[in-house]
């Protein structure tokens, strides 16, 4: 998997609750070329790692149906459940989440959460770890930074609205029926994932790279919407190959680029579920899943994205795994449909 591109050259024009939606067509798209399964990809060919871990420790306590892993440090955000006795790798703590079955410690609401290497979190109270201090947090493990365990925002970024509706823009076709992919390519700030709030070029900061397959069905991140363009990138967004931009309202678009089919056409008001194209490597790169979220862009008379402010994907949607929600997107993370 290559690293995206994307951005507009110097000299751009410039101003002075989701339904069901996996229900796919039953023709399957067939692969332009053979790829290594996503996980190989991600562990071999890029050697990518799960992030490091302090400490591996068990559950303990839980009742019958076991420790919710949640997609977040609050409650009800449920991606699994794990018996007592499973080992956890566990990375940092919160000292600032939900409080859970009414746990108090020192006379005060218990907060403490974990999280865990794969990016997912459980509530502290139901491991082995060391007794939290007065702080809140266990002695030995290392505090997460902020209340969602996520590295401050970058300047000049803004994060897409939790409370608007945002989901995994893939199906549970993808890599052959698996379900998944991983975080695999340019992360955060790398490669060509550059640009907050420049106001001549594409801002895709934080722009993600999903491994897939050519041929699997792709969503809108942000659901439902208005397409706004629709067709191969023009002249100084190239590397985009064929790409989608979708307003959501509210001043909120999405992009996806690299499509090997587009299946949507501008103006067309899409839905969850409608499938805008399919993932391919046009402009130049491996068969991948690149998208970008934006707030208050424009697109020039060609259809070229630029200005506005990158946008930090916060509260994706998943049906896989039990279904849930990702806070956001970390390193190397496993990412369900």
Known sequence: MTESPHTAPATAPGPNGRTERRRLPATRHPAVRTLLPAVVLAVAALGLTAPARAATY??????????????????????????????????????????????????????????????????????NTPTVGSDGYSPGIAHCGDSAGLPPLAQGCVDWPSNKFLQTPFTKEANGGAGYAWQNGSYYGEGFHVNCATTNRMNQYYAVDLGLRQGDPVLAPGGPGTVLYADWAPAGWETCGQYVVVDHGGGWWSVVCHLSTI?????????????????????????HLHFSLVQGASLTPAGGVYGGRSARPRHLMHLGDGGGYYDTITKGQKVWY
């Open 58 to 127: 068990q559950v303990t306590g839980a009742d019958a149906q076991g420790l919710a892993v949640q997609s977040e440090p609050h409650a009800g955000h449920v991606l699994r459940y794990v018996p007592n006795g499973t080992a956890l790798d566990i990375v940092c703590q919160v000292n600032n989440g939900d409080q859970v079955d009414g746990r108090t410690y020192g006379g005060k609401p218990f907060t403490t959460w974990d999280r865990l290497a794969d990016g997912t979190w459980v509530y502290d109270w139901y491991t």
């Open 263 to 287: 299946k949507v056409v501008k103006g067309q008001h899409i839905t969850d579920s409608t499938v805008i194209g399919t993932v391919g490597g046009t402009g130049g790169f491996e068969p």
